[in-house]
């Protein structure tokens, strides 16, 4: 076997040397050797040899590794086996060794794997070491994005690790190969820094990030491989052997300063190699030119020319400006002044794909001039001497000179208007109330109404402050003053610029979910309409805009009848195109929101809907711009459908999380904070903790207000409130209330799956109220409205079944309740709802009424029995009523001891959850049943 030129344990020294003399001009070399000092002395010989040897080799010689030279790599075949696995076929082989694609030979288990393999002769010292180091840290790593590690080990002088095995093309071959637009390359890279931050959160910094380890699926998956020279951040010092032949193996394209001057190696180091690799995705070209792969850079690295430099057409335009900036900045050959985590670089990232603001400074012409002087110092001044002597250039340095000016202009310009604003709160200015008292929104409206006369010199800017002021009206439920200011702002942008302007498109997507939020079903339609002809007719480019529009669509369809899979298509296709184009954004969280509301409210699928809010959660929770008011949200949704399968503990958490959100961000009076808390009373009286619900209703009543506005979180107080008075037994007080949330939810036909439900418990009250009329006309009405939208198998249909059956039996219509009590019964295809075991309760009262004795007590045991094996939605209230049908089975039946031991339990657990003095408080004495 061939060995090193020098011992292993002196490599990493004997490689610092060789650097050190290949920087020289070949005719210093030998006075440089001639001068080594003693302690170096013992590689003079070995470094001669080597130089001479590469001088009669090929130009291919410097861009070979070193270790390369004198060891060639052990030849592996097709078919050999390497510990467990049989070489199948050579995936690629570099300095440090050899991959093959593996295939287990032991029969243990089936598995292909990515076999690297090591040359056996580096792997004495430092390199074996690092070899232990690579094993650790992939078993470390867990991240679906970074390839997994399943096994290592040495065959005999063959060191293997076996690696998952990753079918996929290097991440700019990926992009090229589909054409994919700037947006979708910044996006995937995003993907990337997802994956190196998994690492960052386990100490862990790749060190040598490049396309060739970073693989993209057919699917568009990201897959980030070998770890080989990570660097644990707590662990080895900076001048271990370990960690200069780390920052060696790193490759020089897009490796940091840091890494080739021997500088400590941190998190930023990953950042710099990340900027260097969207750098490349974007320009089709490396920031640098690399003139050895052994040594250091010949020149040191500066700034980065520009990357809207490299390009042209449309691209250059795509990349001037933010794009620009944000690759400056992670790029800054001072790791101090980079991004400052790989998760801030991709949150930078995420404001330019969302057209918000970034925060990395953007590159004006000065700017520009300043990044060109420094990386060409000698020839800008042979440049300058002769522009000056030429007399030329002066009218461009005028026309900088005004720009700069102007933009010092518009910045004084805005600070004096702010100040201007603010300054209506000066307790020492005169006015005509206590200057404490002056409101957010007062200083907004002071600031509106001078937007236009006082910017009306430069529209630009004054199209950019009225948008800004028209959103914080939105955000403050300022309906009239944000469509006036929105209207003004997109009248201005479509006479300077244009029908097809960015803010144009914006608008009418805006406008279209804002109509159909509202439930204006005739506006939301047209709106809908024209802001797909208006986004077709601008070549459809921003996957954004359409995302949003999919979801303007969604709730369209929402509110017509007979569209469920439709609108579960339209949701569906906002997640698809998020997922596609910009996964981990704010857009991506809204998305999957809207698909988990869905299950919850229309498709009634709560187990899809609490995955769904879970994937959202964990999204919304990890991006940098956490929105609390949105995950106050979420978490009231997600109790809300481990409600409806009566996971009562798992949403008693989910809305005391969302509730303390509630309190952290708008304060417990805001009506955001009315729905999490309704529904956390109604977890409460669902699982028979009566008071303190009671005590949580009382809190929510008198913040509703009762002049029209917050309609929709002011019904859902209400049903939810009338709701459980009426199951309680008090029907007279729950129906004023279910009558009003019936009112609100008629108005907006966004809400019609809510007017179906509210008109059964309506009908329930009216029941327990003796209003029979009422009840069938309700009850009924509710019936058919379901049965048009969905299977006699949904557990809805079986609820509204069960009530409108119990309505006829009480009415003595005993062969219609009997069919829709077996309707119920029939389709439950061995499910364990509440209301199969209400409908087998149902059957036995029938039974009772026709003398059946022993059908009732076999119906009745059934009801008993599926009650406790109830799954889902359940009240505890319908224990008691079945333990009472049960009762009477057992007197009919002659068993009275057992009968009268179910009613004293019955009435026993009424007294804990009905209001007091109830009729089902009340204990009855059981006599036999003839």
Request: charged content about 25%; glycine content about 6%; proline content about 5%.
């Amino acid at each position: 076997m061939n060995v090193l030129p020098c011992p292993p344990a002196d490599w990493p020294r004997f490689s610092a040397l060789l650097d050190q003399c290949l920087e020289l001009e070949p005719a210093a070399r030998s006075a440089w050797l001639d001068a080594l000092p003693d302690n170096d002395l013992r590689f003079r010989d070995a470094l001669q040899a080597l130089l001479l040897r590469g001088e009669r080799r090929s130009g291919d010689w410097l861009q070979t590794p070193a270790a390369a030279v004198d060891a060639q790599p052990p030849a592996f075949v097709e078919g050999e086996r390497i510990g467990p696995w049989r070489l199948l076929r050579p995936l690629g082989s570099g300095g440090m060794g050899a991959v093959w694609l593996a295939a287990r030979a032991d029969g243990a288990y089936q598995r292909e794997v990515a076999l690297k393999l090591p040359h056996a002769h580096l792997l004495g010292g430092a390199l074996r070491e690092r070899f232990g180091r690579e094993r650790d840290i992939l078993a470390a790593l867990s991240d679906p994005r970074i390839a997994r590690f399943y096994d290592s080990g040495i065959d005999g002088e063959q060191p293997w690790l076996a690696l998952e095995y990753v079918e996929g093309t290097p991440i700019t071959q990926y992009c090229e190969h589909r054409a994919l637009s700037v947006r979708e390359r910044v996006a995937l890279l995003r993907e990337v820094a997802a994956a190196v931050q998994a690492a960052h959160a386990r100490l862990i910094v790749h060190r040598d990030l490049k396309p060739a380890n970073v693989m993209a699926t057919e699917d568009g998956q990201i897959k980030l491989l070998d770890f080989g020279i990570a660097k644990l951040l707590d662990d080895d010092p900076a001048d271990s052997d370990l960690t200069q032949l780390g920052g060696r193996a790193a490759t020089p394209d897009y490796a940091a300063p840091e890494q080739l001057d021997g500088s400590p190696i941190t998190v930023a180091t990953d950042v710099y190699a990340l900027g260097v690799m969207l750098y490349e995705l974007l320009t089709g070209a490396r920031p640098f030119p690399v003139r050895s792969r052994l040594g250091r850079m010949v020149e040191a690295r500066h700034d980065a020319p520009l990357a809207s430099t490299r390009v042209s057409g449309k691209r250059r335009g795509e990349l001037t400006g933010d794009l620009d900036a944000i690759l400056a900045k992670a790029m800054e050959p001072d790791p101090a002044k980079r991004y400052g985590s790989v998760e801030a670089f991709s949150a930078e990232l995420a404001r330019y794909l969302a057209h918000q603001p970034i925060q990395a400074r953007r590159i004006g012409r000065w700017r520009r001039a300043a990044k060109f002087v420094h990386r060409h110092r000698q020839g800008v001044a042979v440049a300058a001497m002769l522009a000056l002597a030429m007399g030329a250039g002066l009218a461009g340095v005028l026309w900088q000179s005004q720009r700069a000016a102007e933009e010092a202009r518009r910045a004084s310009a805005i600070k004096d208007f702010l100040i201007e604003i603010f300054a209506a709160s000066d307790p020492r200015t005169a006015s005509d109330q206590p200057r404490g008292n002056i409101t957010a929104k007062a200083l907004l409206d002071a600031g509106a109404a001078k937007i236009e006369s006082r910017f009306a010199d430069d529209p630009e800017l004054q199209i950019e402050l009225l948008r800004t002021i028209a959103d914080l009206y939105a955000q403050l439920g300022e309906d009239a003053r944000y469509e006036a200011l929105q209207a003004l702002q997109l009248k201005k942008v479509r006479e300077r610029f244009g029908p097809l302007h960015p803010n144009i498109l914006n608008g009418a997507v805006e406008s279209a979910q804002r109509a159909c939020s509202q439930g204006e079903h005739a506006i939301c339609a047209a709106r809908v309409a024209e802001a797909d002809r208006q986004l077709t007719a601008s070549g459809d480019e921003d996957p954004h805009l359409r995302a949003q529009w999919w979801l303007a669509r969604g709730l369209q369809l929402q509110g017509e009848d007979g569209r469920i899979d439709e609108t579960e298509r339209a949701y569906a296709s906002a997640v698809e195109l998020y997922r596609r184009h910009d996964p981990r954004s704010r857009g991506m969280v809204t998305a999957l929101q809207e698909l988990a509301t869905f299950y919850t409210s229309m498709k009634l699928d709560h187990a899809r809907a609490i995955a769904a809010y879970n994937e959202t959660l964990a999204l919304a929770e990890s991006l940098p711009d956490r929105n609390d008011a949105e995950l106050q949200t979420l978490y009231g949704n997600l109790g809300l459908a481990h409600q409806q399968l009566g996971q009562f503990a798992e949403a008693a958490e989910a809305f005391r999380t969302s509730a303390d959100y509630a309190d952290r961000t708008s304060g417990a009076e805001f009506p955001t904070a009315w729905v999490p808390r309704v529904n956390a009373a109604r977890t409460l009286h669902l699982s028979g903790q009566r008071e303190a619900a009671h005590r949580e209703f009382a809190r929510l009543l008198p913040l509703l207000p009762a002049d029209g506005r917050h309609a929709t979180d002011v019904a859902t107080v209400r049903e939810v409130y009338g709701e459980r008075l009426s199951s309680e037994g008090r029907p007279e007080l729950a129906i004023p209330q279910l009558e009003a949330a019936l009112a609100l939810y008629a108005r907006q036909t966004v809400h019609s799956f809510k007017l179906r439900l509210v008109r059964r418990y309506l009908g329930e009250a009216y029941a327990r109220a003796g209003r029979d009329a009422d009840a069938g006309r309700m009850l009924k009405a509710s019936l058919d409205e379901y049965l048009q939208q969905q299977s006699d198998s949904d557990q809805p249909v079986m609820a509204i079944r069960e009530s409108w059956g119990r309505w006829l039996l009480e009415r003595g219509r005993l062969d219609e309740a009997r069919a829709q009590f077996d309707s119920v019964v029939a389709h439950a295809d061995g499910r364990s709802f509440a209301h199969v075991a209400l409908a087998h309760g149902g059957l036995a009262r029938i039974a009772l009424a026709e003398t059946r004795t022993a059908d009732a007590l076999r119906e009745s045991g059934a009801a008993i029995a599926g009650w406790k094996d109830v799954t889902g939605f359940r009240d505890v209230r319908m224990g008691p009523y079945l333990q009472r049908i049960h009762a009477d089975a057992l007197a009919a039946n002659g068993q009275l001891a057992a009968a009268q031991a179910e009613e004293d339990a019955a009435a026993a657990a009424s007294v804990r959850y009905d209001a007091p003095g109830v009729a089902t408080t009340q204990r009855r004495r059981m006599a036999a049943q003839r």
